[in-house]
């Protein structure tokens, strides 16, 4: 469990370091390590050249720009659990924290690395699903942005071309008073989740829906949104029926077969997760508004 | 301590782990700590097919990378060897095929992971690229991975040099149990597929060795539990002698089972060293680790309980399938453990078990912490269970019409050891300790918690499980006590330290005995030079047979220092005392000598006498063979929350009721009960080394591979009883694997007692949620 060889660069600035993924052959960022390291003790990652952005000041913070907030790639995880930002504006972001990693994960695991990563059963690619993140990734030659939505192209692979880095993710800000919850079950109290949901919820004075979100992962390649089930329960009352009904439209999605979770399993825990998840935002909305 | 203070006794005070100092600041020595001029670092190339014959092996491209010094294969060690294999078999009647493994494969390869070549570099990283660089010719062959297909007709064979797969065959029978089926009032039948987790210590294997020409002195520092096995090994495999040979454990980061089975890696690294004439360092990593180091894993049992119309058992009978793996390190010890451990602390007149051991490949199987214990425990607790709901009785009071009385102790199994002696339980009373388990859970009131919780929503279950533990197998163990003219105490023994506390509990024993301190002695163990003779760490042993070797050598130093301070102070040996490393008239520290003068006397004045009538120098070595194993036993009761929906299981309440005799340091034993415990949850409820059909492990990362974790484990209540053994001096008997013993059935009773109301029947570990949500009826399912 050793990584082959590889030349290390530590840029100090952006531009150095896009400058170094525009000029090298064959090179990967290094963000928190958490995951590309260990692939590349097991030699399953080989790259030839290693581009540290630890040192990198500018691509840390989280900060409030207008209607979102904005977590620049590099910000450390237990940073963004600690922040008080987010627990403020984004608290389905604080929730879903605790369960991403391990605390000692986390004091060196990126936000921005986490999502790049693209783990199927990773917690923040499900957040920033649910909070519809707009992410901005940059090469030498500019930068762009794009949904998440359409970040991911498969197991562990992403849009992200191989002269880009991610270095920003902008998270759209629900109002003050909505609802929100994180669920996931693990084979074993913290490790790795079988599945898990991200619910977000607004009621109006009546007591229904005004607006949801619902995200799933660990179905698939990439998080899902429960689109349609959203859209139909817009102007229904938040009860148990509608709980149910959510449930059992993650209950019917595709699930992939994975090791020790069988597709059938997968589904079962979404429509529980989903109706619990629900269940729990609906009822923060409903006593914020109280 | 002054010498005014009263004579302490350390027999039985909790006293700290003379260990812990060093190890928490860091400044343990483990092999990976030793650093040696010269040093060389190894990499093995293993096996990526489970089952193919092995063709040409092309190491030039890897011996011309630059910081490559040589790689090696069967052909370039067998030259050093003084046979084929490494001399491994243990004596067993059963066995039809002693499979010794190789030191590098030869000409084919059983199980992936099996090492091929072994590459000396000047680093590991450059070791490890070289492995890419190797070319191998495979011709891959049918694979077996499931025991139970390796024994059907016409099966594939395992290993081209075995005939079939029916690697050994044997039963553990007594009484007439088809006489008493033909009585039964009741009978149940079960098949049960039974799982164990493997050893997993925090340090995984390794070792460093160095062969010193000018010495002629072949060095091994190794991670072992049985440094005194690995020299005999050595010494074997390379034609030396004895005094040309010395292996040390220094500091091992935990053993379990595991790190007692001499593996190839230990003999191709000291071979190469020899050929070589260079330190060679091998530090298995952890992927290595789930690859190459043996494992406990699969058995599957068909079995039958009968009982009379009171629930009394009249007998047992039925098969086990036990996956062996693909050589035979360790003989068959673990399915024995197995069968023979089932009977437990139970009246069984009748028992008859046909074990049949299948060649898989797959690493061979030997036996970790429990030592094929828990799963021999688990089939008897789950057919009581099953008789229990049968007959419409509390599983604790099935349990109580079939305990071993008091009053029958000692008592015969029926049974034999594996040494063919019988299986006799020396003491303990199971009734009570069953009894304070079940008061100290609260037994009797979970049905009303249980109705609260559903109350709310919330499943609880209760489970229990008793179990025996065979401890402290012979034949010896060996220490000696020795004082010099320094004063100063040293044990050395046979014995071998993995993070028991070993070093602390001969200290506390010998401290007794000489009236010193127990961090004034020093204990060298794990350490060929030190001791000549040794067995190590297994079968919870070493408090047992090291414990009463020191104990035995301490008293005997202890006779001749009263006998020569009587000489010396005119007084009577009876009223002398040892405090604070001094020998003086008792009540009057002033009148005596230190232990120091004691041992200068002793160790004479070139032409002047010693003391009259003492033999020379201060000390003595014993050599202590135990008559019989002793048997500690157990009641653990555990409380669980299950989520029906989700499935998660929640240990929250664990309470053991322990007793292995007399305890030396309590909190020692807490400790030792506690991690097995733990140790026991993570068979139970995480432990799965998955392989597919081709034989490909798919569990090779503690990401895929759980293991339980601090944060899952609940708080663990551990109470102690204390019957003494009759079958030894110091009344003790075994504690490192006992925790584990009980812990898997425990586990399996209460969480199919939370989802009673869905009848869900646990035949099958590790107990987890998807085979959970796969047992539950689909209407039952949110």
Known sequence: ?290 | MTAAQPKERWFGQAVRRLEDDALLRGKGRFVDDIHLPGLRHAAFLRSPHAHARLGAIDVADAEALPGVMRVLTYKDLRPLLTCDRIPLAMPSGAIRFDVDPFVLARDEVCHVGEPIALVIAESRHVAEDALGLIAVDFAPLPAIVDPRDGLKAGAPQARTDCPDNLVAKMSAAYGDVDGAFASAAHVVAQDFHLHKGGGHSIEPRGLLARYDAGEDLLTVWDSTQMPHQAKRVLVRALGLSEHQVRVVAPDVGGGFGPKFVFHPEELAVAAAAMLTGAPIKWIEDRFENFMSTVQERDQYWSVEAACDGEGRLLGIRGTLVHDHGAYTPYGVALPYNSATNLIGPYVLPSYRLDIALGLTNLIPTTPTRGAGRPQGTFVMERLLDRLAAKLGLDRAEIRRRNLIQPQQMPYDSGLKTRDGGAMVYDSGDYPQCMARALACAGWEDFPARRAAARAQGRFLGIGLANYVEGSGRGPFESASVRIGPSGKVTVTTGAAAQGQGTVTMLAQLVADALGVRPDEITVIAGDTAASPLGLGAFASRQAVTAGNAAHQAAGEVRAKILKVASGWLEADPQDLELTAGRVHVTGVPGRGRTLGEVAAALAGLPGFALPPGTPPGLSAAVDYQPKGMTYCNGTHVAEVEVDPATFTVTVTRYVVVHDCGRLINPMMVDGQVIGGVVHGLSSALYELMAYGADGQPLTCTYADYLIATADTAPRIEVHHMESPSPLNPLGVKGAGESGTIAALAVIASAVEDALKPFDVTICELPVTPARLFALMPREGQI
């Not at chain 1, 605390?103 to 690395?113: E, P």
Request: overall charge neutral.
């Open chain 1, 1 to 290: 469990m050793k990584p082959a060889p590889f030349a290390y660069h530590a840029p100090a600035t952006k531009a150095e370091a896009l400058g170094l993924l525009a000029r090298l052959d064959d090179a990967r960022v290094l963000a928190g390590g958490q995951s590309l390291l260990p692939m590349m003790n097991l030699r399953l990652a080989g790259p030839t050249n290693l581009i540290d952005l630890n040192g990198i000041a500018e691509l840390s913070g989280i900060r409030r720009a207008g209607d979102a907030l904005v977590i620049e790639a590099m910000t450390r995880q237990r940073a963004a659990e600690r922040s008080e930002l987010v627990r403020e504006h984004c608290p389905l972001l604080a929730e879903a924290m605790a369960h991403v990693g391990f605390q000692q994960t986390r004091n060196r695991g990126t936000v921005g690395g986490s999502i790049a990563h693209m783990d199927p059963t990773a917690e923040l690619p499900v957040v920033a699903c649910a909070l519809d993140a707009v992410l901005t990734v940059e090469s030498a030659a500019g930068g762009r942005q794009f949904p998440i939505a359409e970040l991911a192209q498969g197991y562990l692979m992403t849009q992200i071309a191989p002269d880009e880095m991610l270095v920003r993710i902008a998270l759209p800000l629900w109002p003050k008073g909505h609802g929100f919850a994180f669920e996931e079950v693990t084979r074993r109290g913290e490790t790795f989740s079988v599945v898990c949901v991200a619910a977000l919820a607004r009621l109006d004075g009546a007591g229904a829906f005004a607006r949801l979100a619902l995200a799933i992962g660990g179905l698939g390649a990439a998080p899902v949104r429960l689109q349609a089930m959203e859209a139909a329960l817009v102007g229904a009352r938040a009860d148990a029926e509608a709980f149910a009904a959510a449930g059992a439209a993650a209950g019917a999605l595709e699930a992939d077969e994975a090791p020790f979770a069988p597709p059938d399993f997968k589904r079962h825990l979404a429509g529980v997760l989903t109706q619990r998840a629900l269940a729990r935002a609906a009822g923060r909305a409903r006593r914020a508004s109280s």
